[in-house]
């Protein structure tokens, strides 16, 4: 999900069940945003004389362009309750752009 707010660009990821410091990569490579994110879960049960195993996994991609206007480096992004969110804000002055990797602030 993407919204516009005057000069903030918010991107919003439902992500239940991850651990963002582990399993959650947000990046900044060439004026895109970048978020990869990979879930693993397995339940195991055991009973009279039956065994149980379900295991979910899965792995995504997705990148967002970053408008030109905006400050890559004061990129923040916040993880609660299963959402990443990701705020992007417009300024007028614009330092040079390297890649580099966002934090995830767990609220």
């Known amino acids: ?3 516009h707010d005057d000069d903030t ?3 919003r990821a439902e992500l239940p069940g991850v651990n963002p410091e582990k399993d959650v990569v947000v990046e900044v490579v060439d004026n895109e945003l970048v978020i990869r994110a ?3 879960e ?3 049960s055991h009973g009279d004389h039956v065994y149980r195993s ?8 997705r990148s967002v362009p970053i408008p030109s206007d905006v400050d890559e ?7 609660k309750d299963g959402m990443l969110e990701i705020r992007m804000h417009s300024t007028a002055e614009v330092p ?3 890649p580099h990797r966002v934090t995830i602030t767990r609220q």
């Open 1 to 3: 999900e993407e919204t």
């Open 9 to 11: 660009i918010v991107v």
């Open 38 to 40: 990979q879930r693993s």
């Open 42 to 44: 397995s339940h195991r």
């Open 54 to 61: 379900e295991i979910r996994y899965g792995s995504f991609i």
């Open 73 to 79: 480096s004061k990129i923040e992004a916040t993880y």
């Open 96 to 98: 040079e752009k390297e």
